[in-house]
Every structure is written in structure tokens, then in C-alpha cells.
């Protein structure tokens, strides 16, 4: 049954590289446009989840992490004095403006910490000394910016919001949502650049949890002492920032659209090469039948057929879509293809092919086995 259905599937070479390029076609753009969509939430919650904070306190309604609001900076001692805190920090994040050697201007995104080393934050130091960064207007700089600002190296400077820093190290992997790339700068630096707004006031206080306390207990005892506050688990703040970017910004929608069109697109190919394989090999079909085979023997042969062109098209695909992550990297976009959704995108490749199978079967199902010995 195995050899029927190769040498039927195989006798037109032109016709099964179609079937195959219809699955490879599907495969590609859905690891491809899932891969991406990965990739950007990644980049949404990547500080927060490299970050040390067990617990992080924001605004009421923050949207997520780059949207900040802000807050009196002096509610981190209610913070701190809460049983089971070992320690509490206020974080700046604010959007500024950074002014370039060309003359140009772009967006920054300002991180303000005084304690960066004890927060693990930024977690991929290229160069330079963080602890340096509280003795003056230094920065550093995450080389992501390099697309946007053009090189830079250390002990360059740059103006944001018309002050001037010093760069004295550079960080990796700190990469926003938008793309706009992130600095690194002493707390009082970051709330002085944008004194009319920030002058007393932060945007986070990052919390870690004492050894064997109850982080949720921490966390409902620092909700009560700031009840006009919202207070998060790690966890839950990185989902809230993903959940933002997924339901407000139609992300979601565009993917879910996107991958079903590519599946459609998948699907009508399969379906008609089979068809039309099917069409073609009409009497081996009645053949098995003459010989005493049933509908049961048909399927699996269509099964088999769709198998290997399931198998072949997701290898093939999951090869080009492989393939096009070092392009992606170089225009600082991540595209993260996880083993497990490898494995869905196989089933649901073999399923498409499958279903496929089951147009040619309807048409074959009613086969008359006297029409072998027709002429």
C-alpha cells in the first residue's frame, strides 16, 4: 500500500513539488509570523523579567512597562518598612529625546536606577562599570541603538533633552517594544532631565522579597499600605505588558488573520494536487477495489500520500523559515521558534494535509470496481 501510493504521489514530479511547496508555503509563514509575534512580546517584558524584582509597584492602570505614569518617589519607604521586604527601589522609565552627531533627533528611553548592580539590571554589560554611573551625567548605552543612532563607542557623548552625557558602557539584549532603544543612567540624572514632571516622583518601585516570606502576602500587605497604587507579581506585570500590546494594538487579530490565510492558502493547494493526482489514478484506485479492497483501503492510501507531502512540505519549511532568522537579527527583530510549537505546527500540518486527503476521498469512495475493465 506504502509503494501504491508513493509511485501514485510521485509518478508527476511537477505536481507533487506543488502539493509540497503548498505545505512548505504554509509552514514558513506560520513559524515565520509566530516567530515574530514571540519575538516583539519578548522584547515587551524582557526588562521585566530579567530584572530581580519580585514584585513591582506602578500607577493605577499602567498600561505596561514603557507607558509609565508616575508617582511620589517617597512611597518606597512605606515599601520598605512592609514585613517580608529585603529590599526596595525606585525605577524611572521615561521617553526622551536624544540628539545626534548628524543633527538628528530620535526617542530614548530612559532607565533611572541608583542601585543597578543589586537589581541585575541591565543584565548583559558589553562595557563599562555600572557602578560608575552615579558620579555624574554618564550613561549607558544598550547597541541596539546602533541602527537608529548609528555607531557610538564609550567616552563619546550625547545630548538628551539638551544635557549632555557621557557614554561609558555599552549593554546588550535591552531592547523595547517599539524598538526605541534603551539608556541606562543614575536615578537623580533620569528625574532631573524632566524636573517639571518628575521632581519627586518615579514611575516603579521594585521590590525583593526576604528569603522564605510569602511573596503573595508581601505583595497584599503593600497593595493595603498603597491602595491607590497597582501592585504586581513579576509574572503577572509581564503578562499584563504582553496582554497590551495583543488586544490594544489589534497584534493579536493581524496574527490570527494572517496564519489562517496561510493555512487557507496551504489547504486549497493540497487539496487540489491531490485531487488531481487522484483523478489521474482513478483505475489503480478501482483496481484495489477489484481486488477486494474497501473504502478503508483508499483512505490510507490518500492518507499515506498526504503523509509524505505533510512531512516533506514541513521540513522544507520549517528549513526556510530557520533560514531567515540571521536576517531578521540584522534588523534587530528576534524571531523565537520554540520546540514545542515545532511539534504544532507538524500536527497541524499533518491535519491540513489530511483533511485535504478527504476531498479525493469523497469522489473516489463511489468508485465502481468494474471500471478497470472498461476501455
Given at each position: 500500500m506504502v509503494d501504491?501510493?508513493?509511485k501514485m504521489l510521485l509518478h508527476d514530479k511537477v505536481k507533487f513539488f506543488i502539493t509540497v511547496?503548498?505545505?512548505?508555503?504554509?509552514?514558513?509563514?506560520?513559524?515565520?509570523?509566530?516567530?515574530?509575534?514571540?519575538?516583539?512580546?519578548?522584547n515587551a517584558t524582557v526588562t521585566i523579567e530579567n530584572t530581580r524584582?519580585?514584585?513591582?509597584?506602578?500607577?493605577?492602570?499602567?498600561?505596561?512597562?514603557?507607558?509609565?505614569?508616575?508617582f511620589s518617589d517617597s512611597f518606597v519607604e512605606r515599601v520598605r518598612s512592609a514585613p517580608g521586604v529585603a529590599q526596595a527601589d525606585n525605577l524611572i522609565v521615561n521617553f526622551l529625546t536624544i540628539s545626534l552627531p548628524s543633527g538628528a533627533q530620535e526617542?530614548?528611553?530612559?532607565?533611572?536606577?541608583?542601585?543597578?548592580r543589586d537589581w541585575d539590571l541591565p543584565w548583559k554589560v558589553k562595557d563599562g562599570n555600572l557602578d560608575d554611573l552615579r558620579r555624574g551625567r554618564y550613561l549607558f548605552l544598550d547597541d541596539s541603538a546602533v541602527r537608529r543612532y548609528g555607531p557610538f563607542a564609550v567616552n563619546q557623548y550625547r545630548e538628551i533633552q539638551q544635557t549632555r552625557f557621557k557614554i561609558i558602557g555599552r549593554t546588550a539584549d535591552a531592547k523595547s517594544f517599539t524598538t526605541t532603544p534603551i539608556a541606562f543612567m543614575d536615578f537623580d540624572r533620569?528625574?532631573?532631565?524632566?524636573?517639571?514632571?518628575?521632581?519627586?516622583?518615579?514611575?516603579?518601585?521594585?521590590?525583593?522579597?526576604?528569603?522564605?516570606?510569602d511573596v503573595r502576602a508581601v505583595k497584599a500587605e503593600i497593595q493595603r499600605r498603597l491602595p491607590h497604587n497597582d501592585v504586581y507579581l513579576r509574572e503577572e506585570w509581564a503578562r499584563r505588558s504582553r496582554n497590551y500590546w495583543i488586544v490594544s494594538t489589534?497584534?493579536?487579530l493581524n496574527l490570527f488573520v494572517t496564519v489562517f490565510l496561510g493555512c487557507m492558502v496551504g489547504l486549497v493547494v493540497v487539496a487540489q494536487t491531490l485531487y488531481s493526482s487522484t483523478m489521474e489514478h482513478i483505475k489503480e484506485f478501482g483496481t484495489v477495489k477489484a481486488i477486494g479492497g474497501g473504502n478503508s483501503d483508499i483512505y490510507r492510501l490518500l492518507a499515506e500520500?498526504?503523509?509524505?507531502?505533510?512531512?516533506?512540505?514541513?521540513?522544507?519549511?520549517?528549513?526556510?523559515?530557520?533560514?531567515?532568522?540571521?536576517?531578521?537579527?540584522?534588523?534587530?527583530?528576534k524571531l523565537m521558534i520554540p520546540d514545542g510549537f515545532l511539534?504544532?505546527?507538524?500536527?497541524?500540518?499533518?491535519?491540513?494535509?489530511?483533511?485535504?486527503?478527504?476531498?479525493s476521498f469523497r469522489k473516489v469512495a463511489g468508485i465502481d470496481p468494474a471500471l478497470v475493465f472498461r476501455t
Open positions: 501504491l501510493a508513493l511547496a503548498g505545505v512548505a508555503f504554509a509552514v514558513t509563514l506560520v513559524l515565520v509570523q509566530v516567530g515574530l509575534f514571540i519575538g516583539l512580546l519578548d524584582a519580585d514584585i513591582w509597584v506602578t500607577s493605577k492602570e499602567t498600561p505596561n512597562i514603557d507607558f509609565a505614569h508616575q526617542g530614548v528611553i530612559v532607565y533611572g536606577l541608583r542601585n543597578f533620569a528625574q532631573a532631565l524632566s524636573s517639571e514632571n518628575l521632581q519627586g516622583q518615579t514611575s516603579y518601585i521594585l521590590v525583593k522579597v526576604a528569603p522564605g516570606a489589534g497584534l493579536g500520500q498526504a503523509t509524505v507531502a505533510a512531512a516533506v512540505g514541513y521540513l522544507l519549511g520549517v528549513g526556510q523559515a530557520f533560514a531567515v532568522q540571521p536576517l531578521v537579527h540584522k534588523i534587530d527583530l511539534l504544532v505546527v507538524f500536527i497541524g500540518s499533518l491535519v491540513m494535509c489530511l483533511g485535504a486527503a478527504l476531498i
